[in-house]
């Protein structure tokens, strides 16, 4: 972007920051989604802090002692500290509640860095300094932007910040996340692919020990991981798969045909076909008779799952990404895609907790009945998510 590009957009983005600040959250002003709903989980945090909250210094340097997200930077250090130093950018990696474990940066930026605590121990979740990378990136699972005045906290109003996800090998779990930052005025188009990259720079460095199975993103995007690696699949490959992974007592070939094509006319023999090439994929681990997968399997449906049976709707919102398979004509993962949307809907007009449902919101940005419902229970009136949940309710943003 050019300088004066980049002028105008740091200048629209403090005048959308103040006019919310100004109006106590209940103004939306024209930012991007992921931004707006960051900022109403931030209202409450203080806007005149100096630097991020700290948390025990010897405390983080036990968990780093003991995490696996050391060993693997200890294997790729020489790398991070040279994109770092070439690019005078901070480089931080934290572990999944945002917290600062490792930082290294560019002469300037590290001490601008250091000024607000942006060093190991210091707390970057949205509860502790409101919206920035770090907190969005763990928050919605993605790669995540921040520029500028979309910080909640104007001690970062000057920067610039690109953050991706570490994720275990296999299982697909959040492990930590990596950031980079620099001055808003150094924006560059390629920061969050590189955000990207050394994130799975990272996750090839983990310790394995042995094969960890198959790890299916599901909601909002599909991703199948195999003993850590990204497994590529062509569309209807990835539906089996799937179907399988939810249907762990297996499916015959007809059950299977059903749940993949309805009525549509293909061929026993094309489906056949298409599980060969999969057998292939997951290098044999597909056993026939009924057709099941034969290796350890997790999926994020699970976890939403385990949340709603135990009454944990922020957790369960936290999980829940979106639609299962965005745009599948699958008739058994569009079914499972409903029940869990209503199972889901359902549990937050039982217990409407404010921060599940502006969570929920930001995912389902139409359904009044869920926002209608929260504020109408008892005590929400006085919760600070209150004033934000009306402004949605009324504007429908």
Known sequence: MSGSSLVERRQTALQAWSAFVASGGTRTPGVRPEIR?????????????????????????????????RVAVSRVERDLRRTAEDGDLVLAVA?????????????????????IHFVPGGRWDEQSVGTNALALATHRTTPAMVFGAEHYAPIVHGWVCWAAPIREPGTGRILGVVDLSTTWDRTHPIGLATAGLLARLVEDALPRTRATGLGLRLLGTAEAR?????????????EILALLALHPEGLSLGRLHTLLYGDQPVTSSTLKAEVSHLRAAVQGQLASRPYRLSLPVHTDVDDVLAALRAGDVRAAVSAYGGDLMPGTDAPGLVETGTYLAVSLREALLRRPDPEAVLGYSDLVPHDT?????????????????????????????
């Open 37 to 69: 709903g960051s900022w109403s989980r931030s209202v409450g945090v203080p806007t005149d802090l100096l630097a991020a909250p700290l948390a025990d210094e010897q405390e983080t340097r036990d968990l780093w002692r003991s995490s696996a997200l």
């Open 95 to 115: 572990d999944p509640s945002a917290r600062i474990l490792w930082t290294h940066g560019g002469r300037v930026m590290r001490s601008r860095a250091e000024g």
């Open 226 to 238: 195999l003993d850590g690696g990204l497994l590529p699949l062509p569309r209807r490959q990835s």
């Open 369 to 397: 009945a869920v926002l209608e419902a929260c504020l109408d229970a008892p005590g929400t009136g006085d919760h600070p998510a209150a004033p934000l949940l009306r402004a949605r309710l009324i504007t429908g943003h």
